[in-house]
């Protein structure tokens, strides 16, 4: 019994895997390109949902940055500049529109005429302009202090009106003068 084998005498050994050879798989061109078009998908998708661990990473970084700036926040010195900056808005609108009557007094007292007595003075500044009750020692000095404001920077025109003579002997008139808006601004 010892020369009977099951295995004949040449073949007896490891096996040779020189001869093996892998079963060849051809692919048409179509399917090549759905297997690149696959690849480039499932590419762009791991990329995509690289991208989405990221942003939700800086999401997460920002929300606490905003937790932290949101605990050192002064609530009662953010109130104090709201109410300042409120204040600020009033006062400015006050500026803007503030008319300062002061300039056209300091005008009218260095171009008055001084025989010429201002009694009264109306002024409006949404017509832009001011009346004034007064009486002069004479016609020609009425007639000179008209010609002066007339000749000054700022006033549009002088009207008299309502001239005539007083109890005293002094001559009653009303000046009525338009002015540009910058005389009293």
Same mark, same amino acid.
């Given at each position: 019994? $010892? ?25 048409? =061109? #179509? ?5 690149? +078009? ?8 791991? *990329?995509?949902? &690289?991208?989405?661990?990221? &942003?939700?990473?800086?999401?997460? =970084? ?6 932290? #700036? ?14 300042? *900056?409120?204040? +600020? ?9 503030? %008319? %300062? ?6 005008? +009218? ?14 002024? $409006? $500044? ?14 020609? =000095? ?13 006033? /549009?025109?002088?009207? /008299?009106? $309502? ?6 002997? %002094? ?11 910058? #005389?009293?601004?």
């Amino acid at each position: 019994m $010892d020369n009977i084998s099951l295995i004949p005498k040449k073949d007896k050994g490891l096996p040779s895997f020189s001869t093996f050879q892998k079963p060849r798989l051809e692919f048409n =061109a #179509l399917t090549k390109a759905g297997l690149v +078009l696959l690849a480039l998908a499932v590419m762009v998708w791991g *990329g995509l949902y &690289l991208w989405q661990i990221n &942003l939700n990473k800086q999401i997460q =970084a920002y929300s606490q940055e905003k937790q932290q #700036l949101t605990g050192q926040r002064n609530l009662e010195l953010e109130n104090k500049l709201k109410n300042l *900056g409120v204040l +600020l808005e009033v006062f400015n609108g006050i500026l803007t529109n503030h %008319r %300062r009557w002061s300039k056209f007094f300091i005008l +009218l007292q260095q171009k008055t005429v001084s025989s010429i007595i201002f009694n009264s003075f109306k002024g $409006d $500044d949404k017509t832009a302009s001011i009346v004034l009750d007064g009486s002069s020692a004479s016609y020609g =000095a009425l007639a000179q202090q008209i010609k002066v404001l007339e000749n000054t920077a700022g006033v /549009a025109n002088v009207a /008299a009106s $309502d001239i005539g003579l007083s109890e005293e002997g %002094r001559v009653k008139f009303i000046l009525k003068l338009n002015f540009t808006p910058d #005389l009293i601004k």
